[in-house]
């Protein structure tokens, strides 16, 4: 029987205000337990955690994208308990409120565990349960009527990182379409571009042994990204300094010192810092002869950008940042300049992020103990033999290639410039039919106004989803797909400096009648089989099962699935990592020169400023930059309408400086209006000193469309509906910090 969740006693017997019970014992949204980090730094053996019901099977989360090593606690089929899995050497036995809140995940009512075909208008919410043989039927009609019309180049695939995403991907390049729309130009597609360039890859960071580590923006405390949430505090309890440079005071910033920096304004503080350094001849020189090009542009290029001149654009005293400078090249080398993740942020951030490496080698602070380095690469898993090619495809339609974007990731699509092809009906040709895999595009790409109009323009969309997301809810159809907790995925191993295989396996069964994404594409490979032949029959490529194409990974290693299945994970032997390859010339870089550029010979050669430029901040008088970011117990737009989840934080709200609360008559938990150029929505003020005056901050994942999904729909307010659709202009990357805003009482 399938519990109720929504009654008091959870199917797991533990309540909704026992689990924020638990939460807040064990520090909610803390990157794990307190007790078991400290052991596991240790090397201690946790005692078994009191939940010791039940057969414990051993998996990795998927929450969100760590991936953290969990054990989950079964009773009679039915998931009790999640907990984290102290021999998971990335994740130490951390798991986070969204973790443990996966068995509400499972178990949520608004699930979608049933094919769903739309029968009102798109977006009205009215839907009929189908059979599977249906919904393959439907689909495989839709997508051949599509490739009658317009061949299989109109239509578009977009999904998220995940492990499955290669079956999703394979699938539509055997259909033969080369238009995908992938993760990266959501998130971090800037900081690759601009460390590519720079250092050809993007680093690591030894945080638990810096001196002093410089964030900008990077939320770690919140914005969980293991092992750097749990390095973090070791090296703030190794005495490292943290400064952190954000216009609101997160609970990152909260650990360290505070630099609220006017926003936009980040590379005058990188460039003024390298001025100081140079200036002042505080900087490498051993390392900057030996390991980097360059070095006299620079020079040259900052002599300009002075700390008195910074302080004008950033807010930041200039006698903080000589300080900064000074302190920052007394702890080096253990300094680590850290990359953040998401830089969707500005127009100018592949230069912005190029800055940071740029600083980190005039601190000569890489490849050694405390400063940043590059992994020593992953397990080296075996590959799955696809055996047949996919057939050759049509150039993209919507000109995201070397020729427009030369430095993008082609393959993997920039949004913006995408969906503006679509409404200014500018392609190569017609792109009329969408497949969505567990992407949630109308909330995660900003002005969702457009996305909804770019929707209209579709003959077909297609969402594999767990539940009725923002953009399920706009389909033609909604094909439900397993919960990590019910299926087996592709193993996976981690790029950092403790190696290992893990397992994602099913702990129970699926809940109605949910299939794995790999039963989805047999189902509908076969269906479009029979409609049409396909230079390879969709029959032949995916003809195999799950334990195969696992068996085809693990082929080199000495391990065997059902090794794997009992224990969770694998540890190689031989673990470890040698420093100092780089620095010493052994392992030339990834750039054209084998060198860390500060001018770079790449950006130059594609008509980009080969140094970075510092372009000054043009403001709204009036009006507040609106900026958007995480809570630590919520992921994107995913989970906020999780039970548990929700009841932590039921609604998001506007955060507002009390200066501009007290011009504007504003009182804290009063209902205001934010207003941008393209949405207005109506959301609550948290008036607080945490945010400059020019700012204002909203949680992104509220305001959902969605009145699928029940727990959430009518509290809080979207972001993504007030947000102008700026990208960066070398990657792509969409600049989600862009919008200033107007903050109207009411
Ligand atoms: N305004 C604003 N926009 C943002 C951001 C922001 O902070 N603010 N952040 C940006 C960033 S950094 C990123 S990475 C992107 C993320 O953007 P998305 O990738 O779109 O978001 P996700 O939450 O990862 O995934 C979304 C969908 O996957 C579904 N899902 C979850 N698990 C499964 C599963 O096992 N199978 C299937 N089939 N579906 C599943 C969820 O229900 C959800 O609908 O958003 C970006 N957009
Ligand atoms: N709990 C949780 N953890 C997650 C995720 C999640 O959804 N939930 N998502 C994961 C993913 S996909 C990603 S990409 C990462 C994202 O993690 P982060 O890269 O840390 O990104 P955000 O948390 O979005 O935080 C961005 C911060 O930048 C600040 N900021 C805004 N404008 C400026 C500016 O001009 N200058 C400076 N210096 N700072 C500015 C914002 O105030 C905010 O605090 O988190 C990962 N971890
Ligand atoms: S950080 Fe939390 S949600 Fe993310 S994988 Fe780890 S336990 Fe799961
Ligand atoms: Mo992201």
Redesign the pocket.
């Known amino acids: 029987m399938k519990p109720d969740p929504r009654k008091q006693e959870t199917p797991t017997g533990l309540s909704r205000r026992g689990f924020l019970t638990l939460c807040a014992a064990t520090g909610a949204g803390a990157a794990m337990p307190w007790r078991s980090f400290k052991a596991a730094s240790r090397g201690l053996k946790v005692p078994a955690h009191s939940w010791s019901r039940g057969e414990v099977i051993p998996s990795t989360c998927?929450m969100c994208?760590n991936r953290c090593g969990i054990k989950c606690h079964v009773v009679d089929g039915v998931l009790e308990k999640i907990d984290g899995d102290i021999r998971n050497p990335k994740t130490a036995g951390g798991t986070c409120a969204k973790g443990q809140a996966g068995v509400m995940a499972l178990y949520d009512p608004d699930r979608i565990t049933h094919p769903m075909i739309r029968v009102g208008a798109r977006g009205e919410g009215k839907w009929r349960r189908a059979s599977w043989e249906e919904a393959f039927e439907y689909t495989a009609d839709k997508i051949d009527k599509i490739i009658g019309k317009y061949g299989p180049e109109g239509l578009l695939f977009s999904s998220?990182t995940?492990l499955t995403e290669v079956f999703f991907i394979k699938f539509g390049k055997y259909l033969g379409t080369p238009n995908f729309a992938r993760?990266a130009t959501?998130?971090?597609a800037s900081r690759n571009v601009g460390y590519f360039a720079t250092m050809g890859s993007v680093p690591d960071a030894d945080l638990v042994n810096a001196k002093y580590i410089l964030m900008f923006g990077a939320n770690r405390m919140e914005s969980f990204e293991l092992p750097h949430n749990r390095d973090l505090i070791a090296g703030l309890q190794n005495g490292a300094r943290l400064v952190v440079i954000d216009p609101r005071m997160t609970v990152t910033a909260s650990k360290g010192e505070w630099l609220p920096i006017r926003p936009r304004t980040d590379m005058a503080l990188t460039l003024a810092l390298m001025h100081v350094l140079i200036m002042e001849d505080l900087y490498d020189r051993d390392f900057v002869a030996s390991v980097t090009t360059g070095f006299e542009e620079l020079k040259a290029h900052v002599a300009r950008y002075t700390p008195e001149w910074a302080q004008q654009e950033t807010g930041i005293p200039a006698r903080t940042i000589i300080k900064m400078a000074r302190e920052m090249a007394a702890a080096a080398p253990a300094v680590v300049v850290y990359p953040g993740r998401?830089s969707?942020w500005y127009t100018n951030d592949a230069q912005f992020r190029r800055t940071l490496p740029m600083l980190m080698a005039l601190l000569g602070a890489f490849d050694t103990r405390g400063a940043s380095f590059f992994n020593a690469g992953k397990v080296k898993l075996g590959s799955f033999d696809w055996e047949l090619e996919p057939v050759e495809v049509a150039p993209r339609f919507d000109g995201f290639d070397e020729e427009n974007f030369p430095l993008a990731h082609h393959e993997d699509g920039g949004y913006i410039n995408l969906r503006d092809t679509i409404l200014n009906g500018t392609g190569k040709y017609p792109v009329k039919g969408w497949m969505l895999?567990?992407?949630?595009?109308l909330?995660?790409?900003?002005d969702s106004a457009k996305t909804l109009r770019m929707m209209e323009t579709m003959d077909f969309i297609c969402a594999?989803?767990?539940?009725p997301?923002q953009?399920?809810w706009m389909a033609d159809i909604i094909l439900p797909?397993t919960?990590?907790l019910e299926r087996l995925d592709p193993l996976w191993t981690p790029a950092g400096t403790t190696k290992y295989v893990g397992i994602r396996q099913p702990v129970v069964k699926p809940q109605g009648e949910a299939k794995t994404?790999l039963e989805i594409l047999q189902g509908l490979g076969a269906a479009l089989d029979k409609r049409r032949e396909f230079e390879t029959p969709l029959a032949d490529v995916f003809n195999f099962t799950m334990e195969d194409y696992i068996d085809a990974q693990l082929k080199k290693l000495p391990i065997d699935r059902a090794t794997l299945v009992k224990d969770g994970m694998w540890i190689p032997p031989g673990q470890g990592l040698k420093l100092g390859e780089y620095r010493n010339g052994n392992q030339k870089f990834k750039t054209p020169s084998g060198k860390i550029e500060f001018v770079s010979e790449r950006f130059r050669r594609n008509g980009y400023d080969p140094l970075p430029v510092y372009e000054p901040v043009v403001e709204e008088p009036g009006k507040q930059r609106l900026v958007?970011?995480?809570y630590a117990w919520f992921?994107?737009?995913?989970n906020q309408n999780n039970i548990w989840l929700n009841a932590i934080h039921p609604e998001n709200e506007v955060w507002i400086n009390p200066d501009l609360a007290e011009e504007k008559d504003i009182e804290d938990g009063e209902y205001v209006k934010v207003r941008s150029p393209v949405g207005e929505v109506r959301i609550k003020a948290y008036v607080t000193p945490r945010i400059r005056k020019d700012t204002v901050f909203i949680t992104?994942g509220f305001g959902t469309n969605s009145a699928g999904q029940t727990t959430l729909y009518g509290k809080g307010a979207a972001?993504?509906v007030l947000?102008e659709d700026r990208a960066d202009t070398i990657s792509n990357n969409?600049a989600?910090h862009e919008t200033f805003v107007e903050i109207v009482k009411l």
């Not at 895999?437 to 595009?441: E, L, P, R």
């Not at 909330?443 to 900003?446: D, E, H, I, M």
């Not at 594999?464 to 539940?467: A, L």
């Not at 992921?635 to 995913?638: D, F, K, R, V």
Request: glycine share 2%.
């Open positions: 998927n994208v998220c995940d993760h959501l998130c971090l998401r969707s895999y567990k992407q949630n595009t909330a995660s790409v900003a594999i989803d767990i539940q997301s953009t399920a797909e919960l990590y994404l958007t970011g995480r992921t994107h737009a995913s992104h972001d993504q947000m969409q989600l």
